[in-house]
């Protein structure tokens, strides 16, 4: 059986919160709580599958900004607060990311075609090419993600859950 990876961009978490993201439309939230579920039972070890994150804490610290630590009300609080509690176990890798005085990472590929792609969303980029399993990266409603999508899966792949929500 193949092994799912996944690196999840905040927009997904709160979209499936269903508050703070009006472009997020209900089958929008209805497939990230999908997705967030499925995470949440590979970080319990329910199903196979591993959820990559930063060892410098750069998406825990995003997702912190956004997120409930409590894990409610909605089901991205929910995700956050498992893969906190569960980041030391081997559901969860953590990859070594650099970051570097141009508000980017040394990981992220030194490419033309992705000069302007968004400084916040580089972080999850570096951390897909980091890992070991060749993640997905997950992305809702961030039109960046669209817009750069071939341009960036010359190095990482990327699944857009909600392509009517882009923005």
């Not at 709160?14 to 497939?31: E, F, L, M, T, W």
């Not at 804490?57 to 894990?71: A, C, F, W």
């Not at 090419?129 to 039109?143: E, I, K, T």
């Not at 960036?152 to 882009?166: A, E, F, G, V």
């Amino acid at each position: 059986m193949l092994m799912q990876a996944y690196v999840i961009d905040t927009n997904v978490c709160v979209a499936a919160n269903g508050r703070d993201c009006p472009q997020a439309d209900a089958r929008c939230i209805s497939k990230c709580i999908q997705i967030l579920k499925e995470c949440v039972a590979i970080l319990k070890g329910e199903i196979s599958g591993v959820i990559v994150i930063d060892e410098l804490g750069e998406i825990l610290g995003e997702y912190r900004k956004h997120l409930s630590h409590s894990g409610q009300p909605g089901v991205g609080d929910l995700f956050f607060k498992e893969l906190f509690c569960m980041q030391a176990n081997d559901t969860c890798e953590k990859v070594v990311i650099t970051k570097n005085e141009h508000r980017t990472y040394e990981e992220f590929p030194d490419d033309p075609s992705l000069a302007l792609f968004d400084p916040n969303d580089r972080k999850f980029v570096a951390v897909a090419m980091q890992s070991r399993f060749a993640p997905v990266v997950l992305n809702a409603v961030d039109a960046d993600w669209y817009e750069y999508q071939a341009a960036l899966s010359k190095y990482i792949k990327i699944q857009q859950l909600c392509p009517n929500c882009l923005r």
